[in-house]
């Protein structure tokens, strides 16, 4: 470290407040707030990381036990480091994710203090600079970097029924099928995690019923390509906007058991019953939107424009990728889908435990500057927030589709600390009359 002195930070057994200083203060270490300090140190910026608990610690205890990356371990990694001892298509699991990034961090001995949370940071009044709260005294920073997560605050929908004799959680909070009370499972929410959520409890011999909204499906792979190589040649993950109506439309993959393409009709042939949208809860009684079918039949269209995109790019460029043409081959349409259930009595079916697989907020309570709006939500350019000096890192579409995912942030946290540089630079401008003065 060069301008922040390391010895002035607290360590570990300090408990008194104190005021240090740092040109930027990054929020969380997690994969966004490891990779912004790997490229501030490569551009010589003074800076420190605040970490509330451990680095990386939603991969720790914010992710269910059986977890194993979306993405293979050769895309789904930071560019200058492979996992070792795990084959490049393999599927790394959660604890290795987090040892990644410990070890990645390790590498550039990364200024990174874990168990302090930052509590409030306010901008200076007449004078450059913000005033950030900590858990363990006062920090002064010349900027501030939010790299506190995509998913900070799982949202469990309003109409959750206030029922004693239900089990309720968030996928956040699922760890293991063990874990909830004996009975059949309602998963809310058909996203990556609530489908590999009801995949896990209906192998491990629950009844499941899963809810299925909007969704793209992308095959695991297709001729010989992962969907993730996929997406990146077909300038997918480049996408600077969600398709309009797209934007809250959850995508449905799994690199579980190897990998495997999630399709609907193939879950319901194994056991699980398939449902509509959740509507609402009375009385014991939950209803469903009459919408599977459509939901299941965008999620197909979605699908195959995949195959046809793949197919037309192999074409187009000569290449030698084996035909796949049973990936066209659809599974008969499932009782669950020609008749689908519109409502379920939760105690007649058995159903002791929901899980809301809803998705997360994001939660900037603690950032009391003009970067925020009225609802919460971030308002930003491409990480540039409206606050001068303020940054965020690691936010859906942030500047693209990849924003949010290990190897996407590692891009946007190279072209903010080039922000940072600029400004510094200009900063640190002096005039003929003051380079004079300084002599
Ligand atoms: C179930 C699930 C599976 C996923 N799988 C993949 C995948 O396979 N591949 C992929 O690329 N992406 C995946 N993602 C998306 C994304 O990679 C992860 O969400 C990842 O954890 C985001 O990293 P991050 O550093 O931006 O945020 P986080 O990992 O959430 O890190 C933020 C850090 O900030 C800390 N923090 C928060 N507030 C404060 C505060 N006030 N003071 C101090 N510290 C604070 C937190 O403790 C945390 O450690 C997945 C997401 C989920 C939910």
Known sequence: MTETDKSKLPTDSDTGPETIETDTLVVGAGQA??????????????HLVLERRRVAEAWRSGRWDSLVANGPAWHDRFPGLEFEGLEPDAFASKDRIAAYFEAYAARFNAPIRTGVEVTKVTRNARRPGFTVETSIGVIQAQRVVAATGPFQRPVIPSIAPQDERLTQLHSADYRNPEQLPEGAVLVVGAGSSGTQI???????????????????RPPRSYRNRDFVWWLGVLGEWDAQVAKPGKEHVTIAVSGARGGYTIDFRALAHQGITLVGVTRAFDQGVVSFQPDLADNLARGDENYLALLDAADA???????????????????PEP?????????????????????WATGYAVDFDWLQVDAVDAQGKPRHQRGVSSEPGVYFLGLPWLSHRGSSFIWGVWHDAKTIAEHITIQRRYLAYRDA?????DG
């Open 33 to 46: 707030g490891v990779a912004m300090s790997e490229h501030l140190s490569r551009l010589d910026v003074p």
């Open 198 to 216: 009801a995949d896990e409890l209906q192998r491990a011999g629950r009844r499941v019923y899963l809810s299925v909204g909007p969704h793209e």
């Open 313 to 331: 790019y192999i074409e187009r460029n000569g290449l030698d990728l084996p035909a796949e043409p049973e990936a066209r081959a659809a599974y």
């Open 433 to 437: 009359g003051q380079r004079r003065a």
């Open 335 to 355: 009782v669950c889908v020609s008749q689908p259930l519109r409502e379920l009595d939760l105690a007649e079916a058995g159903v002791s435990t929901i899980i």
